[in-house]
């Protein structure tokens, strides 16, 4: 997308007697890029991701979709020090920040099952490391003990109910990655309200519709709201 960066995100999954638990990494509290928050590996796609062997026909889509991969299999590596195999990578749905957000990335989201190996933290990257369920995860963030940006929360949430890692993974390849472009609500500044397709506020102006596709991050816990 003109104007944009493209960047990659992989939650690495395993299992665990409580259920499956995913990898998140403490961003430093200096100033930066989710400072202070947790995060799952990923980062930007660079333009070594795209290689010569992806040419320059074909879907552009296609492309950058491959590329992503590579990304995020890159930047997991290099982050905690885990190899994954890029086809072992299952698609989530795409995040497009609001136009208010000061950088702007379209991040592809992907499933993997976790290697065994310990993680080894990329020293200035990142602070500490911890693998909790996504109940736990949320409980945290939910009590102000944990930082989580908007895309992570709602990915968590989504993971609540796993029952296995197989699971999970078998459930996101029968599902086309869909796209979350996200919009701040008007007049919403204060009560910080995210809205996306299928939201009856989305679209200005738009089909009448009774329908919630919101996070409504007034207070904590957030609330994510989704109705037909």
Request: glycine content about 12%; aromatic content about 8%; proline content about 10%.
């Amino acid at each position: 997308m003109p104007g944009m960066g493209a960047a990659a995100t992989v939650v690495l999954l395993r299992d665990a007697p409580d259920g499956p638990e995913v990898l998140l990494l403490e961003r430093p509290r200096r100033n930066g890029s989710f400072a202070g928050a947790w995060v799952f590996p990923g980062g930007k796609v660079d333009p070594q991701d795209y290689g010569p062997d992806l040419g320059t026909g074909g879907a552009a889509g296609e492309r950058s979709l491959e590329a992503a991969r590579r990304a995020g299999v890159r930047e997991t590596r290099e982050e905690t020090g885990l190899v994954l195999d890029a086809t072992g990578l299952v698609g989530l749905p795409c995040w497009i920040p609001p136009a208010e957000a000061p950088r702007r990335f379209h991040t592809w989201f992907f499933l993997a099952e976790a290697p065994e190996g310990p993680v080894v933290l990329n020293p200035g990257e990142h602070e500490a490391h911890a693998w909790l369920t996504p109940r736990e995860a949320l409980r945290r963030h939910g009590e102000g003990r944990m930082q989580l940006v908007p895309p992570t929360w709602v990915t968590l949430h989504g993971l609540l109910y796993a029952g296995s890692v197989h699971a999970v993974l078998a459930e996101a390849r029968r599902r086309p990655p869909a796209t979350f472009r996200s919009r701040m609500l008007e007049d919403s500044e204060a009560a910080r309200i995210i809205a996306w397709s299928g939201d009856a506020d989305y679209e200005p102006g738009g089909v009448a519709s009774s329908g919630r596709n919101r996070l409504v991050m007034t207070r904590l816990p957030w609330v994510y709201e989704r109705t037909p």
